[in-house]
Nanobody, 125 residues
């Protein structure tokens, strides 16, 4: 059974930084795209950042230049470095993975095959 376990969320003031981690139990002999989406109360789920099977990263316009997605294959861990955080970044952040191919990974992120339980990020002004 595939597990994705997120950590690293918390409460910070605007302008601060957090690094989210996602440890996975994905099959090492298959290729997956991985990513993060977030959901805030009363808002639509939003794909934040994805990294495809060949390592290309894609970011939502709202986080470009502030967030960086990366992978440590040896540790089976996906990261999301979040800098210059804004109050509108507040939400539950979910780690996702899928072994299928998509034209738009960001749009697909909330419907991925595998998803973690989420980690909460709160940014105060």
């Amino acid at each position: 059974q595939v597990q994705l376990v997120e950590s690293g969320g918390g409460s910070v003031q605007a302008g601060g930084s957090l690094r989210l981690s996602c440890v996975s139990s994905l099959n090492k002999y298959r290729r997956y795209y991985m990513g993060w989406f977030r959901q805030a109360p009363g808002k639509e789920r939003e794909g934040v950042a994805t990294i495809n099977k060949i390592g290309d990263a894609t970011y939502a316009d709202s986080v470009k230049g502030r967030f960086t997605i990366s992978q440590d294959y040896a540790r089976n861990t996906l990261y999301l470095q979040m800098n210059s955080l804004k109050p509108e970044d507040t939400g539950m952040y979910y780690c996702v993975a899928d072994d299928r191919d998509f034209h738009d990974y960001l749009a697909h992120a909330p419907r991925s095959l595998f998803r973690g339980q989420g980690t909460q990020v709160n940014v105060s002004s």
